[in-house]
């Protein structure tokens, strides 16, 4: 039986170690959090992926202040007739045993999985969650961030992908989409911390779908505008309705369009007409519906990391069709990551064309017959102080590295890596070179235009454009150089398969 609101919390509550072996421990928790006949998938997929990490323990704070539930609290359930506790419960995923006392949880960090706060909502319990993704994921590209939290004193460290579910009425499907990419630009970007009375403030007004509270979902316009407000600077793209469609929409189709802004740590939100989840990772998985690449999604109706075979094929009518995709980028990227790429490519076509490209690694990747081993291109948005940090750690040749880290550079970069194919499928070092853009240029700016373009390197060529009208800098580097890649989602992936091989 789910447990009472009135006895929610006990004055004299204290904390539980549940020891998830004995049989039918796992179904007597969720029954205590699951209030309607319908059951609760965002806390089935919970416990299924705590169960797929070996989870033995969960420890529960029976009176845990959450910051977010305590918003939709003074905003919204407080004019409630019903009373509700101002208080949650928390679950912490341990695959280990845990000290029956509590006293001394050092020594634990190896086996916590992360946790998950579990509001008094009879219909959506499932609040504030970072779980570390499930194994079933090891080998995709995934948005994730780092929290630092604190069990009874003790610090622990989590990286993974925030998730909350709706709240069915004060927060709407968009809305906690948005909340799980802002939590997760909080983590890992820095932006301000954003509470649900934040985002439902930011998306009031302007075109309106129905009642604004309760909530009866937000309009596109609802959404740019709140994201707008909560200080990203996104851009909208429409989706083909067909695979035969989006094969035709090149650097718009909808594959290369997520995966960019993945490697950027950068979750995209996509939306239906009538439902909204975040893209968080995509994997380079084979199957009869999707034979490049397969996609992960948070969903807060069904909970974290969902696989999606086939955006073309969905098994539920809430997810069709992918009309659009609102893509999360931060203030001073005025430039999008389709235009950084297609501006790239252009300057990478020049070269291809010149007597400069003959005999480089480039030429060689060029030369394979099947187009799909050839060279092709990974973008990605990160921090000029990231870019430089990383020169050396990624092989980049040392005298372009010194010279990289001698130049001006904006807060952010658009990078374009040319990728060698052959290379990135057997798990190798695959830059054959890259292209660095101001990610502060305009949508408009000229493709031919060479002050547009920080750096050009490929092989044994390197250009560096110089700044405000200062002398460019030519490099002759030795030949053959291909390094490791600068994407922060695609190095926590490498990290990732390096420990496990």
Same mark, same amino acid.
């Given at each position: ?50 169960? *797929? ?8 704070? =029976? ?128 932006? =301000?911390?954003?509470?649900? %009375? ?12 129905? +009642? ?7 309009? *596109? ?11 990203? %600077? ?53 199957? *009869? ?104 750690? +990624? ?15 904006? +807060? ?68 053959? *150089? ?20």
């Amino acid at each position: 039986m789910p447990l009472p609101l009135a006895s929610w919390s006990p004055t004299e509550a204290n904390a539980t170690i549940f020891d998830m072996r004995v049989p039918g421990a796992w179904e007597d928790l969720a029954a205590d959090y699951t209030y309607m006949p319908r059951g609760n998938a965002p806390l089935t997929r919970i416990f299924a992926i705590a169960q *797929a990490h070996g989870v033995t323990t969960i420890v529960k704070e =029976p009176r845990y202040i959450d910051a977010d539930w305590r918003s939709q609290l003074a905003h919204f359930y407080n004019g409630n007739f019903r009373r509700f506790p101002s208080v949650c419960h928390r679950l912490h995923f341990f695959a280990g045993p845990v000290p029956s006392n509590l006293e001394d949880l050092s020594g634990l960090q190896d086996s916590y999985r992360g946790y998950s706060v579990l509001r008094p909502l009879p219909i959506s319990p499932v609040g504030r969650t970072m779980l570390m993704a499930p194994p079933d994921m090891a080998d995709a590209v995934r948005c994730e961030s780092t929290e630092e939290i604190n069990l009874f004193g003790w610090p622990f460290v989590i990286r993974a992908m925030p998730f909350i579910s709706q709240d069915t009425q004060y927060h709407r499907c968009a809305h906690a989409a948005l909340w799980m990419v802002l939590r997760h630009a909080h983590f890992e970007h820095g932006l =301000p911390k954003r509470l649900p %009375s934040d985002i439902h403030e930011a998306a009031t007004g302007g075109v309106m779908t129905g +009642r604004q509270l309760p909530s009866d979902g937000l309009s *596109a316009y609802q959404l740019m505008c709140a994201m707008t407000t909560l200080g990203l %600077s996104p851009a909208q793209k429409p989706l083909a309705e067909t695979p035969e469609e989006n094969e035709g929409c090149g650097l718009l189709r909808l594959h290369a369009m997520v995966c960019r802004y993945v490697n950027s740590s950068l979750p995209p939100i996509v939306i239906s007409n009538t439902h909204a989840w975040v893209v968080t990772g995509y994997s380079r998985r084979g199957s *009869a519906e999707q034979p490049r690449i397969h996609l992960w999604r948070h969903d807060d109706a069904a909970g974290p990391y969902i696989e999606v075979p086939d955006p073309w094929d969905e098994k539920e009518e809430a997810h069709q069709p992918w009309l659009s995709v609102y893509l999360p980028l931060l203030p001073k990227a005025f430039v999008d990551a389709e235009r950084a790429e297609l501006v790239g490519k252009s300057f990478v076509g020049q070269f291809a064309r010149s007597e400069l490209v003959k005999g480089t690694t480039f030429a060689a990747a060029e030369a394979e017959e099947d187009e799909l081993e050839g060279p092709t291109y990974r973008t990605y948005l990160v921090p000029s102080t990231r870019f430089k940090r990383d020169l050396s750690v +990624r092989g980049v040749p040392e005298r372009l590295a010194v010279a990289l880290r001698l130049s001006p550079m904006p +807060r952010y970069v658009w990078v374009i890596e040319v990728v060698d194919r052959k290379l990135r499928n057997d798990g190798q070092p695959d830059v054959l070179g890259e292209v660095v853009l101001d990610a502060t240029l305009t949508q408009f700016e000229p493709l031919g235009d060479p002050t547009s373009v920080m750096l050009f390197h490929v092989d044994d060529v390197a250009h560096l454009t110089g700044v405000d009208q200062s002398a460019a800098l030519r490099l002759s580097l030795p030949r053959g *150089a291909i390094y490791r890649t600068g994407s922060p989602a695609v190095q926590d992936f490498e990290a990732r398969q390096s420990s496990l091989g």
